[in-house]
């Protein structure tokens, strides 16, 4: 494979100014969490990444799109009241996320369609913070014991409280699905900025002002509590002090971080200084706070993440005093920002700042889990290409460049820098909404652009008489039906003459395109529409408690045609696919138009009805009546296995199109937690390769990746059948003409390479393993961790934790009793408990493995090549360079004949003798922006023995612009 490592591509991670964790952190919730868990992470140009913290996998299902002078400034959700259904069941509430962002109004988001759902703004300043009301929880008891329910009357749902420049905060009320003006509270004397606000509880807010006071108000009437004056600042400093981050502990107790680099205790009820820990060499920017009350986390302006414990005093002294634990600088700017979480079983805390990258640090297991570092990039390549045009299309923000990458200097002008990749077209799109999602044609000569609001179809031609390459981009005339509702995702079919539009809802319409009959006239888009139904599928139901997203998991995340552009296939979020085939169709039957799309009244009737007839072709749901099952997790990329060459001659004599359908509509699907499946996408059901491959005999260090695949690749040159994935930081490939091993496989490969090494070499690896692991205090089960990185072994760590206790009952100290401290927490009976999900997996995973080996031995007569048994090597297929060779080769000779050849021929038996690698990765590359495919005329003429060419887009930290650090020495 011919590679291109390119830096030149502009992409500039935005600064990250707000987290919100959709739930609050609670130690009495059993389980790793809820599965409406959702991580709200926003930037510096209005952009709002939602992330899946997926049990520790951070998945990023989408981005909710911003837009020009746009920035987030504060996040939060709130959960709407249950309500009651049927049978006296209680419904969920609805999750609400909102924002602010340098302006006077708070923003409501429908994350169903990434787009603003409501503003409440009014006449008071600029807001600076933004809190929500915690949670209505049944605290009183009656006379049996039992809680009471609310008052009637009572409002259980959240209100939210923010803070103005002014020196106002503003009550909203979230009631009846709405966002409503309630109260404004203002102290009398200074109207100071609000830098800061929480909520002690339900009904007292606590906000942190520019005056270097703390003022506490009652929402129900407006009154001011008290005023807590936290003195002048220091010395040769400003007078006052700026209070940017007040907490409240579970017990009340609030916790002030200040720009004297200090945090402070307060008491809970008459609001004395309990305590001051000077934690930081500059301004506090953000304090977080653990569900226990014993952990307190600050970050400031001198990049560092301070931990601070409760300690308890003496005997007799009923005084806490809390302590700095450690400090470490996870990042290289300011920490602006926390969001925590915790359960039983998960407990994480993550930070961000103007380095644009979230930290995922462990917060009950600080010092023994190693912190996790996300990407700053995008999880959706925001790139496209031409292979045949060698073009590279990028965008970000409002912009569109376009690249050409050139094998060597072509023409004398580009022979004077010696670069080979020039920019040769520039698009800037109107308007204030940032880009959603941007397509380039297979062939380079047709550009789409969609925002959340519009669909733009540009004709993208090379300029007569320009050896640069300079490309003349032009916008066409497309039909309002088709542009005004803008889009979510859009796709060009290879041939270029569909074009795929997912719409904010989430609905699918294909628009047919013409291209130009003569270089004077332009590409043509046809007013009708068709719009394609999705198969219906069962709703998931989740607690009361737990809250629902709606609509959200429905989203569609992958859009993807088959290469000869008669297959669309969509995954979305919950895990479902869906798939149309496009047909030749002789009936005139007109379909009926609204808004210039084929509608039905009747969602009952046949879909072949409801889809209209196009220059004789129609497009109808694949496999409607056994559609293909719903996956686990939810869909990260879709793609068809292209068709071999093998297979274009067997068709090339024919015109079977059944055939040529048949050959093309293996759909491979890569899901968010690492199941890679193939189906059949007409018939709806698993493919051949995927049965002989269950997600068992995946390779264990597959999945294991943390960082979740972005995009894939094939190479189907000089015979090769080879899948290449790609994330953030690793790249891998799968040859799929070798089915992966077996357990039992790979456990006699590695016994027959421990045999080899000999004896001695055995018995010390496994006296290492043992004492390794007695160290480490490792059990029978792996501990997961607790949502960050993997547990720090005892030998790497800062801070030493004793394994083990003893425990001893009574006077006899001989019978005591040692106990790990790793052992398992008691699991609640929790319907969020995990062990009968991880029972099903794991039962679900023995079975997939048992009829794979079945499968694999009734099919040993059509599939020896591809399955050998228990590491014994098919010596047709000899591994070379640590890759499976695709030319056969002769049978290796005798042992005897083997000992009289030359050192260099020895070598090459030995690798002969090995067993086919059958993948292979590396971790090699910087942060990776995306991978796209070139290719030229000439390549495509001389396929036959031409490799895969790629360019490798890394966009590495060191190279992104970041804004000057305020404080500069602090080593």
Partial sequence: MDIHRCRFVPF??????????????????????????????????????????????????????????????????????????????????????????????????????????????????????????????????????????????????????????????VILSTADNDLKFLRLMRPSTKRARVLSVTFQNRNTIVAGYADSSIRLFDIRNGQLLRTISLGKGPAGGPKELLVWSVKCLPDGTIVSGDSAGEIRFWDAKNYSLIQRVQGHLADVLDVAVGANGDTVISGGADQRTVVYKKKEGEKGDKKVRWAEVMHRRYHTHDVKTFAVYETKEISIIVSGGPDATPIVLPLREFGKEHHRKLSNLPQIPQLASSPSSRLVMSFWDREISIWRVSRGPTSSYENVDGQRHRLVGKVLVQGEENITSAMLSSDGKILVVATISDVKVFSVRRRKGDEKGALRVQKLDVPAAFSDDGARVVTVSPDSRWISVVRPNSDIYLARLNPASSPQEKPQILPQLTKLNRAARHTRHEKASHGTLG??????????????????????????????????????????????????????????????????????????ESPIPRLKGGVVLLSFRPQSKADDKLLTNGTNGDAQNATENRLMALTSEHQLVEFEALEGKLSEWSRRNPKAYLPAEFKGVKDRAMGCLWDLSEGRERLWLYGSSWLWMFDLKHDFPSPEEFEATEQAQEGAKGQVAKATSAQKRKRQAQEDGENDRKKPNTGAGDRIPLAQADIYFDPKYRKVVGADESQGEWISMDKERPRGVDGDDEDAYDHDEAYAASNDAGLARLRREGNMGDHAVTTPKKGKQDKRFPAINGLVADTPTATPRKAEDQELETPAAQKLANRISQPPRRWWHTYKYRDILGIVPLADDAAEENEKNSSLEVAVIERPTWDIELPGRYVRDYS
């Fill in 551 to 624: 609509e959200f998991e429905r989203t569609i995340r992958s859009v993807v045609f088959s290469d000869n552009s008669s297959i669309l296939a969509v995954g979305d979020l919950s895990g479902c696919i869906d798939s149309w085939v496009l047909e030749q169709t002789t009936e005139s039957k007109p379909a009926p138009k609204i808004n210039g799309a084929a509608e039905s009244d009747d969602e009952s009737s046949d879909d072949e009805d409801e889809q209209p007839i196009i220059e004789g072709e129609r497009w109808r749901l694949a496999a409607a």
């Fill in 12 to 169: 500039n991670p935005q600064a990250i100014n707000a987290l919100a964790f959709s739930h609050p952190p609670s130690a009495g919730v059993a389980g790793r969490g809820v599965p409406t868990l959702r991580l709200a992470v926003g930037r510096a140009n209005g952009d709002i990444e939602i992330w899946n913290p997926l049990r520790g996998a951070w998945f990023q299902e989408t981005v909710l799109r911003g837009g020009k002078d746009r920035s987030i400034e504060g996040l939060t959700w709130t959960l709407d009241p249950p309500e009651d259904g049927p049978d006296g069941v209680k419904l969920p509430g609805r999750l609400r996320l909102f924002s602010i962002g340098y302006s006077t109004a708070v923003t409501e988001w429908d994350i169903e369609q990434g787009r603003p759902l409501r503003h409440s703004s009014g006449n008071y300043g600029e807001i600076w913070c933004l809190a929500a009301q915690p949670r209505w929880q049944a605290t009183q008891r009656g006379k049996d014991g039992k809680l009471l329910p609310p008052a009637e009357g009572e409002y259980t749902g959240q209100h939210l409280a923010a803070g103005c420049a002014d020196g106002s905060i």
